[in-house]
């Protein structure tokens, strides 16, 4: 107790300790208001926030542009198919797909469409820009669309209709139904003299690079695209003029590994 207390008269230091004593609780009431209004605030500010983030990441454009779904039906043989877009990003294909990597020559779309199924980023490139016959453009609007979507068929035979790039070359042996880099489709058409300078041997060295963001990369030539550089995913097209990293890596990080077929590889 307080010495000044003890001098006072006993109903006087009864008064005093009542009121010390009140003020004590006042204050310990107010704390534990201040502390749990606090914890309100909190945890309200993580709802906005984690909200926020939520909100941001649904509502979030996706990279590149969709294109409509052609299908997945197996076939040995591609000519008189017409793809919804150039690269196309669905539609009939071959058993087999190519694998990882950078290749320097074209390869049928009869191939890389497979590779998109297992959810491939297939990056393009076009180092000439004269018309081409291999692919011919569609009339506008008129589209030769697969009625087929069950994957769990057998190719359809064909007759080889003796178009380059529109015939299965490579057959599957064994369990073994892919090839590589090391490995490829023999070349059925010879790249045009502008893929053989420094600065379309640069253009493939710059875009290589990009096989190391993710495993299901794959840089490839091809001719009469609308851009030098087309970044291709299962339904989605990205067409750039320029090598921009971010907006590539971008477009890999968003759609690798998503595609309708999932496959440990």
């Known amino acids: 107790m307080d010495e000044n207390l003890q001098d006072l008269p006993r109903h006087e230091r009864r008064k005093i300790l009542r009121e010390q004593e009140k003020e004590k609780l006042q204050s310990g009431g107010v704390t534990k208001v201040l502390r749990k209004f606090g914890l309100w605030i909190l945890v309200l500010g993580i709802l906005v926030i984690g909200g926020y983030w939520l909100f941001k990441n649904v509502t979030k454009k996706?990279?590149?542009?969709?294109?409509?779904?052609?299908?997945?039906?197996?076939?040995?043989?591609?000519?008189?198919?017409?793809?919804?877009?150039?690269?196309?990003?669905?539609?009939s294909h071959f058993p087999v797909w190519a694998k990882p990597g950078v290749y320097d020559r074209l390869i049928s779309d009869g191939y890389l469409i497979h590779s998109l199924e297992h959810g491939y980023i297939i990056i393009s490139y076009d180092c000439e820009k004269p018309v081409s016959s291999i692919w011919p453009a569609p009339p506008r609007g008129e589209y030769l669309v697969s009625s087929v979507y069950a994957h769990d068929e057998l190719a359809k035979e064909s007759t080889d209709s003796g178009q380059f790039l529109m015939h299965m070359k490579v057959q599957p042996q064994g369990d073994m139904s892919w090839f590589t880099p090391q490995n490829p489709p023999e070349v059925e058409v010879e790249l045009p003299e502008a893929f053989q300078t420094d600065s379309c041997k640069n253009l493939a060295r710059q875009l290589s690079e990009f096989t190391k963001v993710a495993q299901r990369v794959i840089v490839v030539p091809r001719l009469n695209m609308d851009s030098p550089v087309v970044l291709t995913a299962w339904n989605r097209i990205e067409k750039l003029n320029t090598v921009d990293s971010d907006v590539i890596k971008e477009f890999i990080k968003a759609f690798h590994n998503k595609g309708p077929e999932q496959t440990a590889e």
């Open 62 to 91: 996706l990279p590149g542009e969709a294109v409509a779904d052609s299908g997945r039906e197996h076939v040995t043989d591609i000519a008189g198919v017409t793809y919804t877009s150039n690269p196309p990003t669905s539609g």
